[in-house]
């Protein structure tokens, strides 16, 4: 198998939805953000999280595939990663491919339990979870936006936050919530890109998403609250000074998501995201956090 093959299989322009959120969550935990000390950092669990992250997502990828070819749901060259559809791979092996890199995140989930068992082994579990049944069977259903939001946006971010903190207060959680609320558009926005893209042949072989739920005007205009929506959210953050005001910073990310918006293209949005995401993150670097 070529690597080129398997690289392809991993949809690996879609990492920002995974690699933000742990960002994220890491940073608000340097800040000190829901504690009373200055903060928790450390690298080495920095990069187990992020490594395990990046796994787990590009596994669900691959394993996403792979119902998705097996039950005739993606037929045509631009389906999926194309290499399942193209005969690069075959079912057997993505499926293979799928279960290593999920197995290779398991390993990541070993090397984090010694520092917060409780939360690594409940994270873990979510995450086998959600990388399984979203492809077998939720998908199919509507609910993958809300699983992506729970699992990636919001997910990510309390894991990343807790593997470097600990346990937190529900106050802690529900802020951290908030403000992982622009991440979740965002990881939403690369996913109804695609499903706006795959509308009509999932219409077809009777899937429903929320793509194919809503007239294809409506699709279009949640898209746009998508993508836009973050932006509105950090004005509006700024203003009620619970933002800090670096974080008007990611407007500089506008132009992308107005090029997202116009060509409707999944790659385009992942990137958009990506630079959003890393000026947000980055806002609070800037600026300590006293907001709490």
């Known amino acids: 198998m070529e690597a080129l093959t398997l690289w392809r299989a ?13 960002l994220l969550g890491t940073v608000l935990a340097a800040r000190g953000f829901g504690t009373e000390s200055s903060g928790h950092f450390a690298l080495g669990i920095l990069v187990w999280t992020l490594l395990g992250a990046i796994l787990i997502h590009v596994g669900a990828n691959v394993l996403n595939d792979y119902f998705d070819y097996t039950k005739g749901v ?10 399942l559809t193209s005969g690069a791979m075959s079912a057997r092996q993505a499926l293979t491919f799928a279960l290593v890199l999920i197995a290779a995140a398991g390993l990541c989930g070993l090397a984090l339990l010694q520092t917060r068992p409780p939360v690594v082994l409940a994270l873990g579990l979510i995450g086998l979870g959600c990388a399984i049944f979203y492809s077998a069977f939720l998908k199919r259903y509507g609910l993958g936006d809300f699983l992506i939001i729970l699992s990636f946006g919001l997910g990510l971010t309390l894991g990343a936050y807790a593997v470097q903190v600990g346990l937190f207060s529900w106050r802690g959680l529900l802020n951290l919530a908030l403000y992982s609320l622009p991440i979740c558009l965002l990881v939403d926005a690369i996913l109804h890109a695609n499903n706006l893209r795959d509308a009509p042949n999932d219409r077809a072989t009777g899937v429903a998403t929320l793509a194919t739920c809503l007239s294809p005007a409506a699709g279009l205009r949640w898209q746009l609250f998508l993508l836009f929506g973050p932006l509105a959210f950090v004005l509006l953050g700024v203003a009620g000074r619970f933002l800090p005001l670096w974080s008007l910073g990611t407007f500089l990310a506008a132009p992308l998501l107005r090029r997202a918006a116009r060509s409707g293209s999944v790659e385009g949005t992942a990137q958009a995201h990506l630079v959003f995401g890393l000026l947000y993150v980055g806002s609070f670097l800037l600026q300590p956090i006293f907001l709490w």
């Open 10 to 22: 991993t949809r690996s322009y879609s990492l920002p939805a995974s690699i933000v959120p742990v």
């Open 74 to 83: 993606d037929t045509l060259a631009e389906h999926g990663s194309g290499v």
